[in-house]
């Protein structure tokens, strides 16, 4: 019995180790009835789409590599061309990611995302309600122009530097107490032991500080690789990371001098369990901040620019989704998320005493706060002054956003109008342009003797004319992946639209015509929010925008009622480190548990459905015209029900 057991154990083992390939192989072969006993375009096109959808949902295979699963079913079932899929897969929204990425690689490149951060940083002050405030401010500005897994990569080692400040000033402070307790000494040796210790401990933070003046803020990916990190805190190899860690990125190995070793104990690295609570609020705050700022612009993240795409290849007549239209609308949905957000946060872990921490006196400040502050200052002084790199960047950045906003504004005529043949240029045009014009401004001030930017590489040095990016800045920050996955979901639409599949759905969609449009929303919003938290946002959202879009159709509903607020709720997979990149990172710090991120992500997941709930039944009703069923989605439904 026992050897039969042992055996079956050993069995399942096998298949568990093996479960993505007999997902591959399996789900393919089970439903190849449907297209063989149904032989119809419907029938063919369902099985891509279910075939697709579950390798993204079990991701079974990379994301970008099942997207390239309709780029060979298609021709193979008779749905589409192999040219007209392989036109799917690059669309104008890639041109549009493209130029934004030349931006952010500049912004990168240059520090100018840590001089932005540490100076709101520095304006909040170190009080741990305003110290959070801060840093959620600032990570929402740069995710409205970066992704939110770059933002919260580049924001997070700045926030662990401001944290372990708190916890090494802390221990400082338990150790303090202890010696004191266990043997009084005169007040003039106590003071010269504490002078010893700070002038100890302050060596351990900004060890080899004159060696390391030009040295960068980590990234997540260079503090798993370095062994020291920017602030001079040795981290343990990536052998003793795997071993001992459970997945979390190591933590910084602080040694108090004369003091008492602290236990191994993930709990025992917190002096109080207040610590461990600010540690909490500031690593989460980040996470939803990143979400929270993706909403903000079209470009935000990528599902955002998926219902962009999909919307105007559905919906070629409807002249009504654009950059200053989609800002309009979410500005104030981002602003009432974050405060929000913020104080179910401060709720949550810091309690309800805003008056202790949020105050900006001076005499309600502790010497950690003090300490904190301190560091925060004297980081940003090591940026130095604004280099010209930094000014070229901004004044880019800024332009970029001006002639985006200008372009069709929709209540005055916009810089497009000053064109004779209308309809050829679009936010593309803008951002190919502007961050092709990065690769040709030299970084180096012109008719300056002296290199005016600091972090130079080799190239950089020895040509006086480099240029602010090179390719390869380029290409380290150029999702491709995404590029292919938003291909594979408009291969997807178009094949759905060709076959006829999504007038069908619409069809089995119809007993839902009883209930108001603000129902069907609600549902729709639920739904998408709920899946998200364990299937990738951008493929969830591929998956719903033609079933929605039928809805809303077959229900006479005007379809951004819908598909805008299901585009939103894709991006509330916080609940969980597998729901977005921005958890994982954030919760490979090893500050929060799981229990912590479902308890707090369900009230930011409740909180950002009632808002975009509140967003679409007011002021987006006369922004979008959505008491009336428009002409451009009558056309569209009478075209293909022919």
């Known amino acids: 019995m026992r050897l039969e057991a042992a055996a079956r154990m050993d069995l399942f083992r096998k298949l568990w180790t093996a479960r993505k390939l007999i997902v591959v192989v399996f789900i393919p072969l089970s439903l190849l009835p449907l297209p063989l006993i149904h032989p119809t375009s419907e029938a063919c096109c369902a099985y891509v789409l279910m075939v697709t959808a579950v390798y993204w949902v079990s991701e079974a295979v990379p994301l970008g590599a099942a997207a390239l699963v309709p780029a060979f079913l298609y021709p193979l079932f008779g749905v589409l061309k192999s040219s007209e899929v392989a036109a799917e897969y690059c669309k104008d929204t890639t041109l549009l990611l493209m130029g934004v990425i030349c931006l952010a690689a500049s912004i990168e490149k240059w520090n100018l995302h840590k001089r932005i951060a540490l100076r709101m940083v520095m304006i909040a002050g170190a009080k741990p309600?305003?110290?959070?405030?801060?840093?959620?401010?600032?990570?929402?500005?740069?995710?409205?122009?970066?992704?939110?897994?770059?933002?919260?990569?580049?924001?997070?080692?700045?926030?662990?530097?401001?944290?372990?400040?708190?916890?090494?000033?802390?221990?400082?402070?338990?150790?303090?107490?202890?010696?004191?307790?266990?043997?009084?000494?005169?007040?003039?040796?106590?003071?010269?032991?504490?002078?010893?210790?700070?002038?100890?401990?302050?060596?351990?933070?900004?060890?080899?500080?004159?060696?390391?003046?030009?040295?960068?803020?980590?990234?997540?990916?260079?503090?798993?690789?370095?062994?020291?990190?920017?602030?001079?805190?040795?981290?343990?190899?990536?052998?003793?990371?795997?071993?001992?860690?459970?997945?979390?990125?190591?933590?910084?190995?602080?040694?108090?001098?004369?003091?008492?070793?602290?236990?191994?104990?993930?709990?025992?690295?917190?002096?109080?369990?207040?610590?461990?609570?600010?540690?909490?609020?500031?690593?989460?705050?980040?996470?939803?901040?990143?979400?929270?700022?993706?909403?903000?612009?079209?470009?935000?993240?990528?599902?955002?620019?998926?219902?962009?795409?999909?919307?105007?290849?559905?919906?070629?007549?409807?002249?009504?989704?654009?950059?200053?239209?989609?800002?309009?609308?979410?500005?104030?949905?981002?602003?009432?998320?974050?405060?929000?957000?913020?104080?179910?946060?401060?709720?949550?872990?810091?309690?309800?005493?805003?008056?202790?921490?949020?105050?900006?006196?001076?005499?309600?400040?502790?010497?950690?706060?003090?300490?904190?502050?301190?560091?925060?200052?004297?980081?940003?002084?090591?940026?130095?002054?604004?280099?010209?790199p930094e000014v070229v960047t901004g004044v880019f950045f800024i332009l970029m956003t001006l002639l985006w906003f200008t372009r069709e504004p929709g209540f005055v005529p916009g810089w497009t109008s000053l064109f004779e043949k209308k309809g050829y240029r679009t936010d593309a045009t803008v951002s190919v342009f502007l961050g092709f014009l990065l690769f040709l401004i030299p970084a180096r001030r012109p008719f300056s003797s002296s290199s005016s930017c600091r972090n130079t590489d080799a190239d950089s040095e020895s040509d006086p004319l480099a240029p602010m990016i090179t390719w390869k800045d380029f290409q380290r920050l150029m999702p491709w992946e995404i590029v292919i996955l938003v291909g594979g979901g408009y291969a997807l639409a178009a094949g759905c639209k060709v076959s006829g599949l999504s007038v069908w759905i619409g069809g089995q969609l119809e007993p839902m015509s009883g209930l108001p449009p603000w129902a069907v929303t609600l549902l729709a919003c639920l739904l998408v929010s709920g899946v998200t938290e364990f299937a990738s946002n951008p493929a969830t959202l591929t998956v719903f925008l033609p079933i929605l879009s039928a809805l809303s159709e077959t229900l006479q509903i005007n379809p951004l009622h819908t598909l805008i607020p299901s585009t939103m709720c894709v991006s509330f997979g916080v609940m969980l480190p597998v729901g977005n990149p921005p958890n994982a990172i954030v919760f490979s710090y090893g500050h929060v548990k799981i229990s912590d991120m479902v308890k707090a992500g369900f009230g930011v997941n409740l909180i950002g459905v009632a808002v975009v709930m509140l967003a679409i039944t007011t002021w987006g009703v006369p922004l979008f015209d959505l008491t009336e069923f428009p002409a451009w989605a009558v056309a569209r439904n009478v075209t293909g029900s022919l």
Request: glycine share 4%; proline share 3%; charged share 20%.
């Open 129 to 388: 309600g305003m110290l959070v405030l801060g840093f959620m401010c600032c990570t929402v500005f740069l995710s409205m122009w970066l992704s939110n897994t770059s933002t919260t990569a580049m924001v997070m080692p700045i926030a662990e530097a401001v944290l372990q400040q708190l916890i090494c000033t802390g221990l400082a402070e338990n150790h303090e107490d202890s010696e004191t307790a266990e043997s009084p000494e005169d007040d003039s040796a106590v003071s010269d032991k504490q002078d010893n210790l700070n002038k100890n401990h302050l060596e351990l933070l900004y060890h080899n500080d004159s060696d390391c003046s030009k040295q960068e803020l980590s990234t997540l990916s260079e503090v798993q690789n370095e062994e020291v990190n920017g602030f001079g805190l040795k981290l343990v190899s990536s052998q003793d990371f795997i071993t001992h860690t459970n997945g979390h990125l190591p933590q910084a190995a602080i040694e108090i001098p004369h003091g008492k070793r602290v236990r191994a104990r993930r709990d025992s690295q917190y002096p109080t369990k207040r610590d461990h609570m600010i540690c909490k609020c500031l690593t989460l705050s980040i996470t939803y901040a990143a979400t929270i700022g993706g909403l903000i612009t079209i470009t935000g993240t990528s599902t955002n620019l998926i219902f962009a795409e999909q919307f105007n290849t559905r919906y070629p007549d409807a002249k009504v989704i654009n950059f200053g239209t989609w800002f309009i609308f979410s500005f104030p949905i981002a602003i009432i998320m974050l405060v929000l957000t913020w104080l179910w946060l401060h709720f949550l872990f810091l309690g309800c005493n805003f008056r202790e921490t949020c105050s900006l006196s001076k005499k309600r400040k502790t010497r950690r706060e003090m300490l904190s502050e301190k560091r925060i200052h004297e980081e940003y002084a090591k940026l130095g002054p604004i280099s010209y």
